[in-house]
């Protein structure tokens, strides 16, 4: 990352709860730093990261930050 640049964010909130999910998608949801419904966390924008979102992407909602 060149010196002075600011990361991409991404601001992540649970939307619906984890009760009758995979175990994976649950342990997904804690690993992005989400405990319950409306918790928000902010990550930056990164394949990991993206791809995290994309397992579990019907439990939460994804705002880019600039």
Do not use: C, W, Y
Not at 8 to 19: F, G, N, P
Not at 25 to 41: E, F, M, P, Y
């Amino acid at each position: 990352m060149a010196r002075g640049h600011k990361a991409a964010m991404l601001r992540i909130t649970q939307v619906k709860s984890t009760i009758g999910t995979p175990a994976d998608q649950r342990g997904t949801i804690r690993a992005l730093g989400l405990k319950r419904i409306n918790d928000t966390v902010e990550q930056a924008d990164t394949p990991v990261i993206r791809g995290m979102v994309f397992k579990v992407k019907h439990l939460v909602q994804v705002e880019e930050l600039s």
